[in-house]
């Protein structure tokens, strides 16, 4: 006991190398790093700010209902959603329908979730899209009457659903309705160059065809996963026809701007995701994208001026990214192990410091090497078994268990979830000691990410970030002083870890102020707003498809 006393004596040494980081000359000259960095990804890399075909953002007029997915990192969602457009309106010939949408001028029906199982991500590519074909059928037919046991109405939805996807991996697209697919992260086994709507049409299109006894046989495991449209399809469903592809943050980007009107003085100025994994996305000039990034909007648009903007999915946690932080020796020995660890080391370095699939395991890293070598150096032997185990802690533990009760209410917890070998392991010092990695952790991951958004927003023009010590400006370089009113940016976000982890919303917006206040030459003219776009996966892949469909009217 004493030697645990005396290592929780010296905790706070022991997690320095997560703490030295956040402080504000760190976190500033990391903004300002960011920044450079992401103009020379943008000009050089193939990998990172990818251009998207979005060059123009919803203006809040489109209407129609619209199929929409989500395929995130942890689940996939399924559903109907009607666009209202501004008035609210429900559109022409749409029957009423339950109104369950977080947003105004959405409603939404239909909708089902279902958990991405470990072995759909390890399974072949045909597997996996099979099994979101599937899921994608049992909402279709519930939404015609054929799942619930109610007469069918083959005409309700017509012979073709308009599609929306959102796909939460890294792609390159050439048209709003096409994407091939690059490396996938997030414990997917999938390689690069599929292409997405092909795959995902052929994984329902069998549901467009008469039924067949073969149809209903599969092992156990496939009948287990499967969602209950497989076993009990109809003889056929309406088909597919994709009208809009995008990513997480491009989808979340459009919800937000669908709902939210530009004022003189506030706008949707990027898209976030912080959840399973962590990306973002922003409106760039063309000038300032690579060449070959220039090429097929070209093609696709005529001589389009180096001045016209594109919405480009920044991909800013895959290698590349990270040389900011390597250079301000930010990683530590624990980053470095779960790098190493992890199923594709090096590829997203970023998101394994930030993000909630790997909050947890650098807690348990963290805590582990406390109690071997800082705190009473236990053997193995000594310490719960369960503990031991990678990913054994989950970022959802931690923010649930870990960072909730008091400490004998946490040890009594923990001594549920990862019982000792023998005796009474746990104690309140230790309880109290995991919570304090924990949080400094998640203030640490909180830092970064302010760090990157300003970082990306001075990138991209939309504020200008003063060197540590340089002699402020007066205005913020558009013209504008502080007299003619504050510009608000607002920053569309969406995820687990930034809307439900305690605190941590409310400290990485604490970051963004103290950033922009002391490190922007227009940190009295500009504040940078964190605004969550609930949901924002599967309702902007409905905007967009509404994009399409009313250009195409």
């Not at 099979?130 to 054929?146: F, K, N, P």
């Not at 990913?391 to 909730?404: D, E, L």
């Not at 104690?427 to 952790?441: D, G, K, S, Y």
Request: aromatic share 6%; net charge negative.
């Amino acid at each position: 006991m004493e030697g645990r006393t005396s290592g929780l004596n010296h905790l706070e040494q022991f997690l320095s190398p997560f703490s030295s980081c956040v402080h504000e000359d760190t976190l500033l000259a990391l903004s300002l790093k960011f920044s450079e960095c992401y103009k020379t990804l943008a000009r050089q890399s193939t990998e990172h700010f990818l251009p998207t075909p979005v060059t123009n953002l919803p203006n809040g007029s489109e209407k129609g209902r619209f199929l929409a997915i989500d395929v995130g990192g942890t689940n996939l969602r399924v559903g109907f959603i009607d666009l209202l457009g501004e008035d609210g309106a429900a559109p022409s010939g749409l029957a009423p329908l339950l109104d369950t949408a977080a947003l105004p001028h959405t409603r939404r029906s239909h909708e089902k979730a279902w958990p991405i199982e470990e072995h759909l991500k390890m399974d072949k590519a045909e597997d996996l899209f099979r099994w979101i074909g599937d899921c994608i059928a049992e909402v279709v037919q519930e939404a015609i009457g054929g799942a619930s046991g109610t007469k069918r109405d083959e005409h309700a939805l017509g012979d073709e659903i308009p599609l929306g996807i959102t796909f939460s991996f890294p792609m390159t697209q050439e048209s709003m309705s096409e994407a091939t697919l690059m490396p996938m992260g997030k414990g997917f086994a999938i390689t690069s160059d599929l292409n997405l709507g092909k795959m995902l049409l052929a994984g329902y299109a069998r549901h467009c065809e008469e039924e067949t006894s073969n149809d209903l046989e599969g092992n156990a495991a496939d009948q287990q996963s499967a969602p209950s449209a497989k076993r009990r399809r109809i003889s056929r469903l309406p088909t597919l026809k994709i009208a809009a592809i995008t990513n997480d943050t491009i989808a979340t980007f459009a919800s937000l701007a669908y709902k939210t009107k530009s004022e003189p003085y506030s706008k949707v100025a990027m898209g976030l995701i912080m959840g399973t994994g962590t990306n973002a996305t922003i409106p760039l000039k063309l000038g300032h994208l690579h060449e070959s990034k220039r090429a097929y909007l070209r093609s696709s648009a005529g001589n389009i001026v180096s001045n016209a903007t594109t919405v480009v999915n920044t991909e800013w946690s895959i290698r590349g990214t990270d040389a900011p932080m390597r250079e301000l020796n930010i990683p530590t020995k624990w980053d470095k192990i779960l790098d190493r660890n992890s199923e594709t080391p090096g590829f997203q370095p970023f998101e394994y410091m930030t993000a909630g699939r790997y909050l947890g395991e650098l807690v348990r890293l963290a805590f582990l090497d406390l109690l071997t070598e800082g705190w009473a150096h236990l053997n193995a032997n000594q310490i719960p078994p369960s503990l031991l185990k990678k990913n054994a802690i989950s970022t959802q533990c931690v923010a649930t268990v870990i960072a909730t009760g008091n400490e004998t209410v946490l040890k009594q917890k923990l001594a549920e979830i990862f019982p000792g070998p023998s005796g009474d392991f746990w104690t309140p010092e230790l309880a109290w000691a995991v919570r304090r990695i924990a949080e400094v952790i998640q203030i640490r991951s909180c830092g970064l990410i302010a760090a990157a958004i300003i970082g990306l927003l001075a990138c991209a023009g939309e504020i200008t970030l003063e060197p540590r010590g340089s002699e402020p400006t007066k205005s913020d370089g558009n013209g504008r002083t502080r007299e003619q009113g504050v510009e608000e940016l607002v920053v569309a976000y969406t995820g687990s870890v930034m809307s439900q982890y305690p605190g941590y919303r409310e400290t990485c917006q604490g970051w963004i102020d103290t950033l922009i206040r002391k490190g922007t030459a227009s940190g009295s003219a500009k504040t940078v707003v964190l605004k969550e776009a609930k949901d924002g996966g599967i309702i902007g892949a409905a905007v967009l498809a509404g994009m399409v469909e009313s250009r195409a009217k």
